[in-house]
């Protein structure tokens, strides 16, 4: 592909034009004839983006208007560019053969004589038409592609900013306090579920629970029941300490005592373990 | 830093800040909002809350090397291009210029998007090389949107968010206004384009397509003869 | 903008905080000083002239979201650790989760605060990975708050107040209130005492002493058998 944007029309400014060599000499501006000296053909016709953009040039070149086209002329200077890239760029004349075709038919068809009658319904049918409308949409849209590239681009004309994220700072669970709820009871199903196969290894525990609260409690006063749990106790601790209550109570070292339902529990030394 | 930027209008501008200028993409409205969703206080933020901080945010950076801009596809930082000069010295590689041939493909699907290959290759009176379109959408300008209901199925192409954020635009009507070139464009050649098409309806469009060509047919008859 | 950057400190600032923003990689003082190195003034920047630039870029950006960095690859802007939170949400990834393991420790740290390790452990029924507990410490969420009296002197772990206003609440009270443990029991057993559960369910205080006798009797099933 080609940047040569030398045979831009008057309008716009023309960016510096590629250097074109012909035999080691800088050619700087296209022949004002029809001659191309054979060695900047190729060059020549890089430079066009196709037949459209070399009429679109032939026209505006030669201070033509795109409406008022001389057909016969052109015609002839088109063929003359069209044998010149045969000779080279065969590939490349395929597509200047086929706008030749249409201009070889459009100057016939010019020719033939008109009945009067059908010239005023086929006023739109000239067959230069389609040419001046296709060269006029390839004209915008060749502007408009100059437009674009005018506008400031990102990584050309601007940088975008995006500052390091250091990795190491990574994102740390969230947590909705119920989901600490769902885990807590989490345990405690679990604990149940564990029922039939755990293996009870606290008897020593329960034994030794049972005398500190023998030692606790001071032989013939009440102690309210609730006193026995410390605040601090653990699950663990609070099974053992109520087995432990339990258990002095099945062996009568202990009494438990409620004077209604939902009143305050009461403990107190059997009055034989005092003795 | 205990920022509470759901309540403090200054603590919400610094964390804006920091994402915009960390964000690798542009940040829609919605992104950002989505960053304060989860807050504790489980209050959202606002859009007019939102866009307030935005402006005041673009409004502190006025003057300096960046600027926050707002492009197709959201809130960007990017450098200001006076600066370019400095930074261009800093890169190893220059970075690309299109060529005609992509520049003029490109035109074509950004104006008269969606479009087929077979399209622009009409227009353009040549065959498009599949590597132009490989480049565009490399670049992530353009993508296929679609295909065209006609034997071959080809793919019509359009233009991507990217593409306007990448030239600084938000919308397609942002694009530069076509060259009118005598007012020859009618109103349905361009029916691809609606805001390009009421631009024209208003316009005070004194030669019709018709009269052009009587024109033409009328001198060609003084050439041929 | 007209700039000076050789000549003027604060053009200078201007240029650096760009360039710095909108590099990919840290830039090293050599880096900084090509890119003046060809200005119009023909001067170069001199490496204190820069230096300062820097160090005053650098206080002038304390306190907000992005911070200048001097790394080992020379400078670059950072996003401060603080940020992290409301970034991270801005990708679409799913926030981790901590296990059921971390979950439940933490739990059992919340509402039976002060615990020791070997509290934890007894009512898991598990041994407690240390890691559990260094992740939770490292969190800011527990701490140890004191030494049970007891041989061994095993840390009290209790809740921080970090932890309370991360999981958006003002006191230990406002910790969901464990109602259900009513639920818990088998209804068999609840069927003869229809009041007591009916206290434990209208209770809000999670750690009444019926609810602390009926946690025991539920726990106590598996100690006995």
């Known amino acids: ?275 | 830093m205990n920022l509470q930027p759901s309540d403090n209008p200054d603590d919400l501008k610094v964390v804006l800040e920091a994402a915009l200028l960390a964000a690798v993409e542009p940040l829609t409205l919605a992104d950002l909002k989505r960053m304060f969703e989860q807050d504790a206080s489980d209050q959202s933020v606002a859009n007019d809350v939102l866009r307030s901080a935005l402006d005041e945010l673009r409004a502190q950076w006025h003057g300096r090397g960046v600027e926050l801009m707002q492009v197709a596809d959201g809130w960007r930082f990017q450098t200001r291009a006076e600066m370019q000069p400095w930074l261009s010295r800093l890169k190893n590689e220059k970075p690309p210029r299109y060529s005609r041939a992509v520049l003029e493909t490109l035109a074509i699907i950004a104006y008269r998007q969606p479009v087929t290959r077979g399209d622009i290759e009409d227009i353009r009176g040549v065959s498009v090389n599949p590597n132009i379109i490989k480049t565009l959408e490399e670049r992530g300008w353009i993508e296929a949107i679609g295909h065209r209901d006609v034997p071959g199925r080809p793919a019509l192409f359009g233009t991507t968010g990217h593409f306007l954020s990448d030239l600084g635009l938000r919308t397609l009507s942002e694009l530069p206004p076509l060259e009118e070139l005598g007012n020859l464009v009618t109103p349905d050649e361009t029916a691809l384009i609606p805001e390009l098409r009421e631009e024209l309806a208003d316009n005070d469009v004194p030669q019709t397509f018709g009269a052009v060509i009587e024109t033409a047919r009328v001198a060609s008859v003084s050439e041929i003869s």
């Open chain 1, 1 to 275: 592909m080609n940047e040569a944007e030398l045979l831009d029309p008057p309008p716009l400014e023309t960016p510096p034009a590629p250097v074109i060599k012909v035999r080691g000499e800088p050619l700087t501006e296209l022949p004002q004839d029809l001659y191309i000296p054979p060695d900047a053909l190729e060059v020549f016709l890089d430079a066009f983006e196709g037949p459209l953009d070399l009429l679109l040039y032939l026209i505006r070149r030669q201070n033509l208007d795109v409406l008022d086209i001389p057909m016969a002329a052109l015609t002839k200077q088109y063929m003359a560019y069209v044998e010149a890239a045969r000779a080279t760029r065969l590939e490349l004349a395929a597509e200047y053969l086929l706008m030749a075709a249409m201009l070889i038919d459009i100057k016939s068809r010019m020719l033939l004589p008109r009945r009067e009658q059908a010239e005023e319904a086929s006023e739109g049918e000239d067959p230069r038409a389609e040419l001046v409308r296709r060269l006029l949409e390839y004209e915008q849209m060749k502007l408009a592609g100059q437009h674009l590239d005018a506008l400031p681009q990102a990584g050309r004309d601007f940088d975008t900013v995006s500052v390091f994220l250091p990795a190491a700072a990574k994102r740390l669970p969230s947590l909705h306090p119920e989901e600490l709820a769902a885990a807590w009871l989490a345990i405690l199903s679990r604990a149940k579920n564990r029922t039939h196969h755990r293996i009870g290894r606290q008897e020593l525990s329960i034994r030794e629970h049972m005398s500190r609260i023998l030692k606790r409690l001071v032989p013939g006063e009440f102690m309210e029941f609730k006193d026995l749990f410390p605040e601090s106790s653990t699950v663990h601790e609070l099974v053992v300490t109520f087995l432990a209550v339990l258990e002095l109570t099945k062996e009568t070292l202990l009494d438990v005592t409620q004077a209604e339902p939902f009143a305050p529990i009461y403990v107190k030394l059997h009055e034989s373990a005092t003795e």
